[in-house]
Every structure is written in C-alpha cells, then in structure tokens.
C-alpha cells in the first residue's frame, strides 16, 4: 500500500544508483557514464609521459645537450645531430611508447581475465612463443641480425594456441591457463635455450641483446606497421575493457546480465596474446611491464574499473622512462629490458608483501 503522496510514477523518477566515481553526461537522448577517477588518472599519467618522453629525446651517452636535442628534433642544428635525433632517436622513441602500451594493455586484459595481478602475458607462453620464433628466424645467421619481428605475433599465437587447446579451450578458468601456461612457457624457453647453445658466439650475441628486450635498431619500417595494428586493437580492447568490468561479479550474475563468458574470455585473451606478440616481435620480452603497469593504473583508477587506457599510458612511460634511464645510467647502454628487470625486482616484492599484509588485514577483521 502505497503512502500518502506517493505519485505511481516516483518510484521510476528515482535516480539509479551509480558507481561512486562516475558522472552521468546528457545530450538529447544520448547518455555517457563518465569516469571521473579514470579520467583524472590519465590526466595525472599524460604529464608524466610527456615528461619521461622529452627525456628519452634528450638522454645520451655522447653528452647532446637540451638545446642541441632541441635544434636536432626542429632541423636546425648541425646536420650530425639532426640525423642523430630524427633519424635514430625519434624512431626509437616512438616504438619504445608502442610497446610499453602494447604491454600495458596486454597486461592488463590477463590479470582481469585471471582475477590475478601477478597474471601476465608471460605466464600463458606469449613471450616465450614470439621469442623462440624470433630466435629461430636468426638461426644460422653470420650477423646475428634480428630483423624478423614481424615472426613475433607468429610464435605468440602459436604459443597461445597451444596453451588454450592443452588447457580445453580459451573460456576457461583464469586460473587453469595460468597454470598450462608455465608449462609451455618452460617448454618453448628450453626450446629457445637449445637453438641459441648450437649457434656462434656473433649469432648469439646478436640475438641477446633483443632477447633480453632492446629497442636499439629500431625505426619505422616496424613502427609503421606495428601502429597499423594498434589502431585496429586498442579500440577493441577498450570494448573488451568495458564488458570485463562484469567479470568482477560470479559467472552467475555475468551471465544473468547478458555476457557470454566464453565469446568474452576468448576475445579478449586474443587480443591480448595479439597485442603482446606485437610487443615482443618488435621490442623483445621487455620485463615486468605488463605486470607493473595495470598495477599502476588500477591504483590511480580504482578497483571498479579496467584501466586500459590507464595501462597503455603507464605502460608507455615505463618503457620510455627505462629506455632513457639506460642511455645515461651506465658507460655503455644498457637495454631497455636490463633496466626494466632491475627495477622490477623490486616492485614485484612490494606487490606480494602488500598483497600479503591486506590478506592478513582481511583474515583478523572481526
């Protein structure tokens, strides 16, 4: 029975209860749900980015200053320099910010998909994959040049493939293909480990410096098509984005709503094997990455949201960042992935003790 006043109409003006952090944007009969705390995490991550971007410009093991970096990237400075910066730096510079978003958002659509933060690319034979065709591509090379990347995605998919057929198909527990994927992993890494001991000591040494992720040599015959792809795959994992936001509810209530699991589950490990293989074709297995950078950006966006655009940017400040820091941290250059490593021990430690401390917090709460 209704109470006095009560109009049969209130109960259906009644505004629906929203996210916390989301405004309702209105035009006409056109309604957005925009995020607020993911739109102020992007503006945060873009002045990062722009500033770890003009330090890769500028940061050389040869002394360039700001203003001869400068002079170089307009055309101005002496013809040596422009060289250096337009034709060697800024190639560079562009395909190491491709694969730090590549990464991130690769990294991202797996620890959503495994409900796991520690769940990467890695884990379910990405790398592995593209990095033995990779280095099978090189076998028997007097030079040792890694010029194959587009053998990358190849060896992914393959990997990919292989995992999802020995773990009985891509929709799948989360948990299931993490765990067959460190057995392919492990499988397809000795298969690399075996090629390289059976080659020279020029081959090898080409080939490990990208092995351990490298950017060195880089410029636009694999960055062109390299950012072909990403147009086509970055929009359709911001979709896949948005409707992996329900997998944070049982299989149950997802389905209730409309989601097909296994379609969802499958598109969205496709695109992150894609995106992955891409990554690693052209820059090499860089480490700790695909791990960090959705962490980074679930931070800053909260955990209601799938921070793809979030890991893209972090993850491209990541790699850049790392990139420049290599240039100028030690007498010779260090690889972009040597760098990465060093600083992702560390965080992978911060990541377990935190996570330990909020699962001790979880269990002693009354």
């Given at each position: 029975?209704?109470?006095p006043?009560?109009?049969?109409?209130?109960?259906?003006?009644?505004?629906?209860?929203?996210?916390?952090d989301?405004t309702?944007?209105?035009?006409?009969?056109?309604s957005?749900?925009?995020?607020?705390?993911?739109?102020?995490?992007?503006?945060?991550?873009?002045?990062?980015?722009?500033?770890?971007?003009?330090?890769?410009?500028?940061?050389?093991?040869?002394?360039?200053?700001?203003?001869?970096a400068?002079?170089?990237?307009?055309?101005?400075g002496?013809?040596?320099?422009?060289?250096?910066?337009?034709?060697?730096?800024?190639p560079?510079?562009?395909?190491?910010?491709?694969?730090?978003?590549?990464?991130?958002?690769?990294?991202?659509?797996?620890?959503t998909?495994?409900?796991?933060?520690?769940?990467?690319?890695?884990?379910?034979?990405?790398?592995?994959?593209?990095?033995?065709?990779?280095?099978?591509?090189?076998?028997g090379?007097?030079?040792?040049?890694?010029?194959q990347?587009?053998?990358g995605?190849?060896?992914?998919?393959?990997?990919?493939?292989?995992?999802v057929?020995?773990?009985?198909?891509?929709?799948?527990?989360?948990?299931?293909?993490?765990?067959?994927?460190?057995?392919v992993s492990?499988?397809?890494?000795?298969?690399?480990?075996?090629?390289?001991?059976?080659?020279?000591d020029?081959?090898?040494?080409?080939?490990?410096?990208?092995?351990?992720?490298?950017?060195?040599?880089?410029?636009?015959?694999?960055?062109?098509?390299?950012?072909?792809?990403?147009?086509?795959?970055?929009?359709?994992?911001?979709?896949?984005?948005?409707?992996?936001?329900?997998?944070?509810?049982?299989?149950?209530?997802?389905?209730?709503?409309?989601v097909?699991?296994?379609?969802?589950?499958?598109?969205?490990?496709?695109?992150?094997?894609?995106?992955?293989?891409?990554?690693?074709?052209?820059?090499?297995p860089?480490?700790?990455?695909?791990?960090?950078?959705?962490?980074?950006?679930?931070?800053?966006?909260?955990?209601?949201?799938?921070?793809?655009?979030?890991?893209?940017?972090?993850?491209a400040v990541?790699?850049?960042?790392?990139?420049?820091?290599?240039?100028?941290a030690?007498?010779?250059?260090?690889?972009?992935?040597?760098?990465?490593?060093?600083?992702?021990?560390?965080?992978?430690?911060?990541?377990l003790l935190?996570?330990?401390?909020?699962?001790?917090?979880?269990?002693?709460?009354?």
């Amino acid at each position: 029975m209704s109470a006095p006043g009560d109009h049969p109409r209130a109960s259906s003006q009644r505004p629906l209860a929203l996210p916390p952090d989301s405004t309702v944007l209105r035009a006409g009969a056109l309604s957005w749900l925009f995020p607020r705390r993911s739109a102020l995490a992007a503006a945060l991550l873009l002045p990062l980015l722009a500033l770890a971007t003009a330090l890769a410009i500028v940061a050389s093991s040869s002394g360039m200053g700001l203003a001869e970096a400068v002079g170089g990237l307009l055309g101005t400075g002496d013809p040596g320099t422009v060289m250096i910066v337009r034709d060697f730096r800024l190639p560079r510079l562009c395909v190491g910010l491709m694969v730090g978003a590549a990464l991130g958002v690769a990294g991202c659509l797996t620890q959503t998909l495994a409900g796991n933060r520690l769940a990467t690319p890695d884990l379910v034979g990405v790398n592995e994959g593209a990095t033995a065709a990779v280095v099978a591509s090189a076998a028997g090379s007097a030079t040792g040049m890694v010029g194959q990347w587009w053998l990358g995605p190849i060896g992914a998919v393959l990997a990919a493939a292989l995992v999802v057929l020995c773990a009985g198909g891509a929709g799948t527990a989360g948990y299931r293909l993490l765990v067959v994927g460190i057995g392919v992993s492990t499988l397809v890494g000795a298969v690399s480990d075996l090629i390289m001991s059976r080659e020279n000591d020029n081959t090898a040494g080409g080939v490990f410096l990208w092995a351990v992720g490298s950017l060195n040599g880089r410029d636009w015959s694999a960055g062109t098509p390299f950012l072909i792809a990403l147009l086509f795959l970055v929009p359709l994992s911001l979709a896949a984005g948005h409707r992996l936001q329900l997998l944070r509810f049982d299989d149950e209530v997802a389905a209730s709503l409309g989601v097909e699991l296994r379609r969802l589950r499958a598109a969205a490990l496709c695109l992150a094997v894609a995106l992955a293989g891409l990554a690693v074709g052209v820059g090499g297995p860089v480490a700790f990455v695909a791990l960090a950078a959705p962490i980074l950006a679930q931070g800053l966006s909260g955990p209601t949201r799938v921070p793809v655009v979030g890991s893209a940017l972090a993850g491209a400040v990541l790699v850049v960042a790392a990139d420049g820091l290599g240039r100028v941290a030690a007498p010779v250059e260090l690889p972009v992935g040597v760098v990465t490593s060093v600083l992702g021990g560390p965080f992978l430690l911060w990541v377990l003790l935190r996570s330990d401390r909020t699962t001790r917090k979880a269990r002693t709460r009354p």
